[in-house]
């Protein structure tokens, strides 16, 4: 069953870093892991980013079969037809808001944006982004004491983004999230990329440039590195994708202005579309503004608080070099105690320590318990997903248990502990009890565990079509399966009429029939609903011991929810867990409506999912 799954894992990361890059060749995967080359500047250095070494050329790798393939994904979007495009688009909006586009199927490697031939400012010089080295760049001083100069979000703030057609309210556009009037440095990861319109937002003229990409193989980042080379203010980090790790889904924000950091940790990749500029996908996002501290220095580890502890653990994992991380602790954290950064860090997780117990599902229980969320009382969660796994009750209940703040002991224990002959009396009844609760809680996740993911229909009436569905994926055979929890999905529409979600959102609700509304917190941030996401828990062949496999790379934060009379009386009253989403109007927007149409659990009343890329 293990395999099996595993093998549903592989084929779904496989098929969501090809819709990424659609790079269809195969190319021999390095087992060593490559550091980024050249010095990266820290949030705090004065001197400009130094010239990278030299890199050597490249040793022709891949096939000449797929060679085309290779060059079209990465390297083959015409700069010139692009920036023609953008002058043209930018003189319609001069004079009216431009009607909304068809969008471009996705499965077209030609319209897949990660061009990072877009980085050559000597491809077409007139660009109006243009980096090259006879450019100058502007010399920093950021080590200045903090000043008076008021903070946009300084306890966070939840946004959706905004989409063209739709009026604003609570929105926020990427340009208002990278508020480059005195941006420094901008550290930016994401899984999808569009170079050529991310410079297009930036001032690539004063700001130094760290982007946290996916390169599975070594050609790959001696590609990247070859086409950056002459790029100054830009340098690249690259996580480790060793063995099992498939994808580098983070989507991650570090903004270093003169006086304050800003975090941001939205579910959109850095693609137009998903930051609604066709007007056909929305995504969330979160902020908050750290301010300088007063005196020039850094606060030691363990005296941040856990967002700050867990910010940096995961920073340090992807391979971000350890200055920048320093000169992070140059920032006030105080403002993060009450919110927990959670991540998946990619690999196998072992060893002294536990280290396990970090990250993934198990450190999502981790962080519930450390912000005093934890309960073994009945939860109520509500998951929105832009893309699903091959799910199954045991991988819910885990999801549910990690909810109330365990650390996937529970669950492991269930599966790995000793059962069947040979048990003591004592052990006969432990492991009946063991066996009790594991019923119990099965059908408590089965109860209160919906899964929001848009069907079919609402995938083809939405504003952009079927062509805007790419990115939102699940395969039938999965939902066919007899193991799939069928019964926990809700059709998933976004409040703002005929868009697509592109959302990752947890809602988690105690709710008590003698107390009401007790206790709730929201996630917001890259993972899906799935196990190469969250990751699983294993014993280990050889030492006997827990084990943590991680195939995705994954980060977001909890945000606890404020409760008032209203929200506490909203839930008394039949405990209306729906009504008391409400409760999270102040802290996360509910993008979606609610409660969600039921699937149905047999046909021809079950409505079909949107299978992607069968659809």
Not at 151 to 178: F, M, Q
Not at 510 to 530: D, E, F, M, R
Not at 553 to 579: F, M, R, S, Y
Not at 590 to 603: E, H, N, T
């Amino acid at each position: 069953m293990e395999n099996s799954q595993d093998d549903d894992n592989d084929e779904e990361l496989k098929m969501a870093i090809a819709l990424s890059l659609q790079c269809g060749s195969s190319v021999k995967a390095s087992d060593q892991r490559q550091s980024p080359t050249g010095q990266i500047i820290d949030l705090s250095s004065d001197d400009d980013i130094p010239p990278p070494p030299n890199v050597p050329p490249g040793n022709g790798e891949v096939d000449v079969d797929e060679s085309h393939l290779a060059i079209s994904s990465f390297l083959g979007l015409d700069r010139k037809a692009m920036e023609q495009e953008r002058l043209s688009r930018k003189r319609r909006a001069s004079i009216s808001p431009p009607p909304p586009r068809k969008v471009r199927k996705l499965t077209d490697a030609k319209s897949e944006p990660l061009p990072l031939r877009a980085l050559r400012g000597r491809d077409n010089p007139q660009t109006t982004h243009e980096l090259s080295q006879s450019r100058p760049v502007a010399n920093y001083a950021v080590n200045g004491e903090a000043n008076s100069k008021g903070l946009k979000y300084p306890k966070g703030t939840v946004k959706r983004t905004w989409a063209l057609g739709h009026s604003r309210e609570n929105d926020i556009k990427l340009e208002e999230v990278l508020d480059c009037s005195d941006l420094q440095l901008a550290v930016l990861s994401s899984f999808q990329w569009d170079v050529d319109w991310l410079l297009s937002k930036l001032n690539v003229a004063a700001t130094k440039l760290i982007f946290v990409m996916q390169a599975k193989d070594e050609s790959t980042r001696r590609q990247y590195e070859r086409e950056t080379a002459s790029m100054s203010n830009l340098r690249l980090c690259f996580p480790s994708m060793e063995g099992q790790v498939n994808c580098m889904h983070s989507k991650l924000m570090l903004l270093a202005h003169p006086d304050y950091l800003r975090i941001v940790i939205p579910t959109a990749n850095l693609v137009s579309f998903d930051w609604g500029e066709n007007g056909i996908m929305e995504n969330m996002v979160f902020l908050i503004d750290l301010p300088r501290l007063k005196k020039v220095h850094a606060t030691p580890v363990e005296e941040l608080t856990f967002f700050g502890k867990e910010l940096c653990y995961f920073l340090e994992a992807m391979g971000l070099q350890e200055s920048i991380i320093a000169s992070m602790r140059q920032f006030d954290f105080s403002a993060t105690e009450g919110l927990a950064f959670v991540h998946t860090i990619g690999g196998a997780h072992q060893g002294p320590n536990e280290p396990w117990r970090r990250t993934g599902y198990c450190g999502l229980g981790r962080a519930v318990k450390t912000l005093g969320l934890a309960t073994t009382d009945p939860i109520q969660v509500d998951f929105v997903t832009s893309s699903m796994g091959s799910l199954n009750i045991d991988f819910l209940t885990a999801m549910y248990l990690a909810a109330q703040g365990d650390e996937g002991t529970t669950e492991y224990d269930w599966r790995t502990g000793k059962s069947g002959k040979g048990l003591k009396k004592n052990d006969k009844e432990a492991e009946e009890a063991r066996l009790a609760l594991r019923t119990k809680l099965n059908g408590d996740a089965q109860e209160n565990f919906r899964i929001y993911f848009p069907t079919h229909d609402t995938v083809v009436a939405s504003r952009g079509g079927a062509a805007s569905g790419g990115t939102i994926c699940f395969q039938s055979r999965w939902y066919k399966a007899s193991t799939f929890p069928r019964q926990a999905l809700r059709d998933c529409k976004s409040q703002r009429a005929g868009l697509l979600m592109h959302n990752k959102l947890l809602f988690v609700q105690k709710i008590s029939p003698s107390y009401g509304l007790t206790a709730s917190w929201a996630y917001i941030g890259s993972a899906n609903c799935s196990e190469s996401a969250w990751g699983r828990l294993v014993r280990d062949q050889t030492t006997k011991d827990p084990k943590l496999n991680c195939r995705n790379w994954e980060c977001g934060v909890i945000l606890p929810a404020k409760h008032n009379g209203t929200a506490t009386e909203l839930a008394q009253d039949g405990i209306d867990h729906n009504a008391a989403l409400q409760s999270f109007g102040g802290i996360v927007p509910i993008p979606m409506q609610y409660p969600g149409d039921l699937y149905g659990i047999r046909a021809p009343w079950c409505r079909a999912p949107w299978y992607y890329p069968e659809s």
